[in-house]
C-alpha cells in the first residue's frame, strides 16, 4: 500500500550451474568428456529452488550434539536438520565422495572434481565428509587387508546414515583426526598414544581438538605407537556392535562452515587397526591430506564461480543513477575482475584433477607437476577466495550483506579452505620443501609452464624472472621468510600459462596484463584499459 516494488534483481534460480565454460572445457581436455551429461544434470539439479533451499535450511538448523539418551547411556550421536540428509544423499548417490576408487576410466577423478566443484556451490559444508571420505581411500591402501574389506563401502553409493556395523551398513563414510590442543599443525607433537593389543589392533588414548566430521563411520587418526608416530583407522561402532571409546566433547562453534559438525573428541583406550608402517604416520596419512588439498582448491574455485555469477547477475538486472550497473564502466571493470580471477581457479583446479588422475593411473611425471603445482594452488588460490568473496558481496551493494543473498555464508565459507589441511604458511613452506628436495618435480612444473612459451611476451618475461628467483634460493633456510611470495609468483605463472593455451584471447590478455605484467592495482576493479572486458563478464553470464 505504502509503494511500487521494481528495480529489485529477480533470484538466481532455475539455472544450470554446469553452464561454465573453463569447467566444460577442463572437463574435455582431461579426460572426463564421456561424464559430460551427468555433470551438466548435476549442474540442473543445482540451480534449482529445491536444492538452494536444502542448503539454506542445513545452514539456518546447525548440527546438534547428543552426548547421552533419555536412560543415561552415552551415544554420542549427531543430529542434522533432513536439508543436510538430502544433500548428503545426492553427493554420495554422484559419487562425489569416493566413485573414482572404483571406476577404472581415464578421467574419473575429472569427473568428481567437475561435479564436487558444482554441488559446493550449493552448499559447501556438507562436502567436508564427503571429501574425507574421497581422501581416506588413498591413505587406506597402505592397509591392503583393511582396504579389502572398507573400499566397497567406502565407494558404495549408497547414502546410510547412523552408527551401526559398518560392515553390515550399505555405505560408510571416513574422516580424519590429527590436530591436538598443544600442536596444532605440527602433528609430530601429538600425544595421543597407541598401545598394541593382542591380535593385532590398538588402544588410542589422548584426544584431538579437531576432528573432522564425527558422525562419520570410521577416522584416520594419528597416534603415537611403540614405534613412533602412526596412523590408524578408528571405527565408531566395534563389529559387535558396541560403541567404540570415542568421545565427542562439544562441537566446535564456527565462524562458518555451519552445517558441518567439527568436534572435539577423548580416546580412553579406543580400538583402532593400524593402517601402514609404524613410525611412519604422517607419510601415511599425507596420501589423504594431499587429496583433501586439492578439495580445497576446488572448494575455493567453486565459492569464487559463485561469487562471480551472482554479482553479474545483479549488476545485469539492477539500476543505478539512470544506467544498468552492468553498463556502468567502473563496475564492468570490477565484475571483469572477479570473473577473471574465477576462470584463472577454475582453469587450475580442472589441471590438477587431470594430473591426479593420470598419477594415480601410474603417470610419474604427472605425480612430480602435481607435488609442486598443488602446494602452489592451495596456497593461491584458497589465499584469494576471502577477497574474491568481499568484492562480490560488495557488488550487491546492501543487499549483499543480507543473509537473504547467501553472500553472507559465502563470506564466512572463504576463509576454510585456506586453513584447512594447512594454512598459508604451511602451503607455502611446503611449495618451499619441494624446490629444495625434490628436483624432478620443480623440473615438471617448469616443463608445463615451457608449453605456453612464446605466446605472450608478459608472460615470457615473468617466467623468466620466476627462473631467476627460484635459481637463486641457496639455502632454503634463508628463503623461508619469502615463501608466500615464491608460492604467489609460480601460482601466477602457473595460472598465465593455462590461460594463454587454453582460454579465450580477452582472458589471457587479461589475466596476463594485471597479474603478470603488473599493469593492474592491487584491489579488483583496477584492471588496465584496453581489454575486452564484455567479454570476460560473459564468461559468468548464466
Given at each position: 500500500m505504502?509503494?511500487?516494488v521494481?528495480?529489485?534483481?529477480?533470484?538466481?534460480?532455475?539455472?544450470?550451474?554446469?553452464?561454465?565454460?573453463?569447467?566444460?572445457?577442463?572437463?574435455?581436455?582431461?579426460?572426463a568428456?564421456?561424464?559430460?551429461?551427468?555433470?551438466r544434470?548435476?549442474?540442473v539439479?543445482?540451480g534449482?529452488?529445491?536444492?538452494?533451499?536444502?542448503?539454506?535450511l542445513?545452514?539456518?538448523?546447525?548440527?546438534?550434539?547428543?552426548?547421552h539418551?533419555?536412560?543415561g547411556?552415552?551415544?554420542?550421536?549427531v543430529?542434522?536438520?533432513?536439508a543436510?540428509?538430502?544433500?548428503?544423499a545426492?553427493?554420495?548417490?554422484?559419487?562425489?565422495?569416493?566413485?573414482?576408487?572404483?571406476?577404472a576410466?581415464?578421467?574419473?577423478?575429472?569427473?568428481?572434481?567437475?561435479?564436487?566443484?558444482?554441488?559446493?556451490?550449493?552448499?559447501?559444508?556438507?562436502?567436508?565428509?564427503?571429501?574425507?571420505?574421497?581422501?581416506?581411500?588413498?591413505?587406506?591402501?597402505?592397509?591392503?587387508?583393511?582396504?579389502?574389506?572398507?573400499?566397497?563401502?567406502?565407494?558404495?553409493?549408497?547414502?546410510?546414515?547412523?552408527?551401526?556395523?559398518p560392515l553390515?551398513?550399505?555405505?560408510?563414510?571416513?574422516?580424519?583426526?590429527?590436530?591436538e590442543k598443544?600442536?596444532?599443525?605440527?602433528?609430530?607433537?601429538?600425544?595421543?598414544?597407541?598401545?598394541?593389543?593382542?591380535?593385532?589392533?590398538?588402544?588410542?588414548?589422548g584426544?584431538?581438538?579437531?576432528?573432522s566430521?564425527?558422525?562419520?563411520?570410521?577416522f584416520?587418526?594419528?597416534?603415537q605407537?611403540?614405534?613412533?608416530?602412526?596412523?590408524f583407522?578408528?571405527?565408531?561402532v566395534?563389529?559387535?556392535?558396541?560403541?567404540?571409546?570415542?568421545?565427542?566433547?562439544?562441537?566446535?562453534?564456527?565462524?562458518?562452515?555451519?552445517?558441518?559438525?567439527?568436534?572435539?573428541?577423548?580416546?580412553?583406550?579406543?580400538?583402532?587397526?593400524p593402517?601402514g608402517?609404524?613410525?611412519?604416520?604422517?607419510?601415511?596419512?599425507?596420501?589423504?591430506?594431499?587429496?583433501?588439498?586439492?578439495?580445497?582448491?576446488?572448494?575455493?574455485?567453486?565459492?569464487?564461480?559463485?561469487?562471480?555469477?551472482?554479482?553479474?547477475?545483479?549488476?545485469?538486472?539492477r539500476?543505478a543513477f539512470?544506467?544498468?550497473?552492468?553498463?556502468?564502466?567502473?563496475?564492468?571493470?570490477?565484475?571483469?575482475?572477479l570473473v577473471?580471477?574465477?576462470?584463472?581457479?577454475?582453469?587450475l583446479?580442472?589441471?590438477?584433477?587431470?594430473?591426479?588422475?593420470r598419477?594415480?593411473?601410474?603417470?610419474?611425471?604427472e605425480?612430480?607437476?602435481?607435488?609442486?603445482?598443488?602446494?602452489?594452488?592451495?596456497?593461491?588460490?584458497?589465499?584469494?577466495?576471502?577477497?574474491?568473496a568481499?568484492?562480490?558481496?560488495?557488488?550487491?551493494g546492501?543487499?549483499?550483506?543480507?543473509?537473504d543473498?547467501?553472500m553472507?555464508r559465502?563470506?564466512?565459507?572463504?576463509?576454510?579452505?585456506?586453513?584447512?589441511?594447512?594454512?598459508?604458511?604451511?602451503a607455502?613452506?611446503?611449495?618451499?620443501?619441494a624446490?629444495?628436495?625434490?628436483p624432478?618435480?620443480?623440473?615438471?612444473?617448469?616443463?608445463?609452464?615451457?608449453?605456453?612459451?612464446?605466446?605472450?611476451?608478459?608472460?615470457?618475461?615473468?617466467?623468466?624472472?620466476?627462473?631467476?628467483?627460484?635459481?637463486?634460493?641457496?639455502?632454503?633456510s634463508?628463503?623461508?621468510?619469502?615463501?608466500?611470495?615464491?608460492?604467489?609468483d609460480?601460482?601466477?605463472?602457473?595460472?598465465g600459462?593455462?590461460?594463454?593455451?587454453?582460454a579465450?584471447?580477452?582472458v589471457?590478455?587479461?589475466?596476463?596484463?594485471?597479474r603478470?605484467a603488473?599493469?593492474?592495482?592491487?584491489?579488483f576493479?583496477?584492471?588496465?584499459?584496453?581489454?575486452?572486458?564484455?567479454?570476460?563478464?560473459?564468461?559468468?553470464v548464466i
Amino acid at each position: 500500500m505504502t509503494h511500487d516494488v521494481f528495480n529489485q534483481v529477480p533470484p538466481l534460480v532455475g539455472h544450470d550451474v554446469s553452464d561454465d565454460a573453463a569447467l566444460l572445457a577442463g572437463v574435455e581436455r582431461e579426460g572426463a568428456g564421456w561424464a559430460t551429461g551427468e555433470v551438466r544434470a548435476l549442474g540442473v539439479l543445482a540451480g534449482s529452488a529445491r536444492a538452494a533451499e536444502w542448503g539454506r535450511l542445513a545452514n539456518e538448523h546447525p548440527p546438534v550434539l547428543r552426548t547421552h539418551d533419555a536412560r543415561g547411556h552415552r551415544i554420542d550421536e549427531v543430529e542434522f536438520h533432513p536439508a543436510w540428509h538430502e544433500l548428503m544423499a545426492v553427493a554420495v548417490g554422484e559419487g562425489l565422495h569416493a566413485a573414482p576408487w572404483a571406476d577404472a576410466r581415464p578421467g574419473a577423478h575429472v569427473a568428481r572434481a567437475a561435479g564436487f566443484y558444482l554441488w559446493s556451490q550449493v552448499e559447501a559444508g556438507h562436502g567436508c565428509p564427503i571429501s574425507m571420505t574421497y581422501a581416506s581411500v588413498a591413505a587406506l591402501r597402505h592397509a591392503p587387508a583393511l582396504a579389502a574389506e572398507w573400499e566397497p563401502l567406502l565407494t558404495s553409493r549408497s547414502y546410510d546414515f547412523g552408527l551401526r556395523p559398518p560392515l553390515g551398513k550399505r555405505g560408510v563414510l571416513a574422516g580424519m583426526a590429527m590436530t591436538e590442543k598443544q600442536g596444532g599443525s605440527d602433528v609430530r607433537a601429538g600425544t595421543t598414544r597407541a598401545e598394541p593389543l593382542a591380535g593385532g589392533g590398538y588402544a588410542l588414548t589422548g584426544h584431538k581438538w579437531f576432528n573432522s566430521a564425527p558422525m562419520c563411520d570410521a577416522f584416520l587418526v594419528l597416534a603415537q605407537a611403540p614405534g613412533g608416530l602412526s596412523c590408524f583407522l578408528l571405527p565408531r561402532v566395534l563389529p559387535d556392535g558396541t560403541r567404540n571409546a570415542m568421545r565427542l566433547v562439544r562441537l566446535k562453534d564456527k565462524l562458518g562452515n555451519r552445517s558441518n559438525a567439527s568436534a572435539e573428541v577423548e580416546y580412553e583406550g579406543a580400538f583402532a587397526w593400524p593402517v601402514g608402517e609404524e613410525g611412519r604416520g604422517v607419510r601415511t596419512i599425507l596420501e589423504m591430506v594431499n587429496m583433501t588439498r586439492l578439495d580445497c582448491v576446488i572448494g575455493s574455485a567453486a565459492g569464487m564461480r559463485y561469487g562471480a555469477v551472482r554479482a553479474v547477475h545483479h549488476a545485469t538486472h539492477r539500476a543505478a543513477f539512470g544506467r544498468r550497473l552492468a553498463d556502468q564502466p567502473l563496475m564492468r571493470n570490477v565484475l571483469a575482475d572477479l570473473v577473471l580471477e574465477s576462470e584463472a581457479a577454475t582453469t587450475l583446479m580442472t589441471r590438477l584433477a587431470g594430473a591426479t588422475d593420470r598419477a594415480v593411473a601410474g603417470d610419474r611425471s604427472e605425480a612430480a607437476l602435481r607435488r609442486t603445482a598443488l602446494a602452489v594452488a592451495k596456497y593461491w588460490v584458497c589465499k584469494r577466495a576471502p577477497a574474491h568473496a568481499a568484492e562480490a558481496m560488495e557488488c550487491l551493494g546492501g543487499n549483499g550483506y543480507v543473509e537473504d543473498s547467501q553472500m553472507p555464508r559465502l563470506l564466512r565459507e572463504s576463509p576454510l579452505n585456506g586453513i584447512w589441511e594447512g594454512s598459508g604458511n604451511v602451503a607455502a613452506l611446503d611449495v618451499l620443501r619441494a624446490l629444495g628436495r625434490e628436483p624432478e618435480a620443480v623440473e615438471a612444473f617448469l616443463a608445463e609452464v615451457a608449453l605456453a612459451r612464446g605466446a605472450d611476451r608478459r608472460l615470457d618475461a615473468a617466467v623468466v624472472r620466476l627462473r631467476a628467483l627460484l635459481g637463486a634460493l641457496g639455502d632454503l633456510s634463508a628463503a623461508e621468510a619469502n615463501a608466500r611470495r615464491i608460492a604467489e609468483d609460480m601460482a601466477l605463472v602457473l595460472q598465465g600459462s593455462l590461460l594463454v593455451r587454453l582460454a579465450p584471447a580477452a582472458v589471457a590478455d587479461a589475466f596476463c596484463a594485471s597479474r603478470l605484467a603488473g599493469e593492474g592495482g592491487r584491489a579488483f576493479g583496477t584492471l588496465p584499459p584496453g581489454l575486452d572486458l564484455e567479454a570476460v563478464i560473459g564468461r559468468a553470464v548464466i
